[in-house]
């Protein structure tokens, strides 16, 4: 890329990539196979990588995922001890079965970092695809928590609704998330003509909406626990022209597992040098009534 970067309000989301692997095998992940080698990893590298993105963007967003970041709690506890107040941290996990960590440890972890955690988005799906950890452990959790569901196939009115009882009874918000290499800049907006969003309207009544170049977002219902739907292009950057200028907007940058940081999903190599000049606009640029675009 040759222009020059823009990006959010704050700085564009760092996503770290822990440098371990989660033993799991989701058929939407499309990290698995980043891992199947492990030469070059380095929490090190990491570790100097956030530290730089941190100095250029001191508000921006940090997202631990994987692989699976609760695998190795000393390595993550390396990782989230470098990043200061300021920045918002969250981790994706499966909250799994582990043979390295028990439960009870796990727990102790995310309590005594809930100063530091802003949420743990723990995946839970339809179809059973990990051995996952009770839904027990929610209530001793001192952090807040949301459900992220991807609905990688077909689903029915029926199991939604059983999905979310199951998780509403003990006060968890739900994000469903689409199938995102299905969506395209055609159908990122297009809620009519999407069954997820119609399925969820006949549960609750769609009550707002946002988004920005990339991704949206829909919330439904106005009581209980939020259930949230998600929808987001397999990419993050985009070239837009601003007061005659071309800029390269970033959305996520990528810290992989060897330490080398990317300004896409794509693997591009981000300009560190450039980014230092960052030029930065809203995030939320589209605020929209649903059925209506």
């Known amino acids: 890329?040759?222009?020059?970067?823009?990006?959010?309000?704050?700085?564009?989301?760092?996503?770290?990539?822990?440098?371990?692997?989660?033993?799991?095998?989701?058929?939407?992940?499309?990290?698995?196979?980043?891992?199947?080698?492990?030469?070059?990893?380095?929490?090190?590298?990491?570790?100097?990588?956030?530290?730089?993105?941190?100095?250029?963007?001191?508000?921006?967003?940090?997202?631990?995922?994987?692989?699976e970041p609760l695998a190795d709690l000393p390595s993550l506890q390396k990782m989230l001890d470098l990043i200061p107040a300021g920045h918002r941290i969250f981790i994706n996990t499966t909250l799994p079965v582990?043979?390295?960590?028990?439960?009870?440890?796990?727990?102790?972890?995310?309590?005594?970092?809930?100063?530091?955690?802003?949420?743990?988005?723990?995946?839970?799906?339809?179809?059973?695809y990990v051995v996952e950890g009770s839904d027990d452990l929610f209530a001793r959790l001192r952090?807040?928590?949301?459900?992220?569901?991807?609905?990688?196939?077909?689903?029915?009115?029926?199991?939604?609704?059983?999905?979310?009882?199951?998780?509403?009874?003990?006060?968890?918000?739900?994000?469903?998330r689409s199938d995102y290499t299905q969506t395209t800049p055609e159908n990122l907006y297009d809620d009519a003509g999407d069954p997820i969003f119609k399925m969820l309207g006949a549960i609750a009544p769609c009550t707002a909406a946002s988004g920005c170049r990339i991704r949206c977002n829909y919330s439904f219902g106005d009581k209980g626990p939020e259930i949230s739907y998600h929808k987001t292009l397999p990419y993050s950057t985009m070239t837009v022209n601003k007061n005659g200028v071309d800029y390269d907007v970033l959305y996520d940058i990528i810290v992989k597992q060897n330490g080398d940081i990317h300004s896409d999903w794509t693997g591009d190599a981000l300009d560190v040098e450039k980014y230092r000049e960052v030029v930065y606009e809203p995030y939320d640029l589209h605020d929209f009534e649903p059925g209506r675009r």
């Open 1 to 67: 890329m040759s222009n020059p970067y823009m990006t959010r309000q704050g700085g564009a989301t760092v996503t770290v990539f822990v440098p371990y692997d989660c033993g799991n095998h989701c058929p939407f992940c499309i990290n698995k196979q980043e891992y199947e080698n492990t030469e070059g990893f380095s929490a090190e590298k990491i570790c100097r990588s956030i530290r730089t993105l941190d100095a250029i963007t001191p508000e921006c967003d940090f997202v631990f995922t994987g692989g």
């Open 98 to 128: 582990m043979k390295r960590h028990s439960a009870d440890e796990v727990v102790d972890f995310l309590n005594a970092n809930s100063g530091k955690i802003s949420c743990v988005n723990v995946s839970r799906h339809l179809k059973k």
């Open 143 to 176: 952090v807040p928590v949301r459900i992220n569901c991807v609905l990688f196939d077909q689903y029915d009115e029926a199991q939604l609704r059983g999905f979310i009882a199951r998780f509403h009874s003990i006060g968890l918000p739900i994000q469903f």
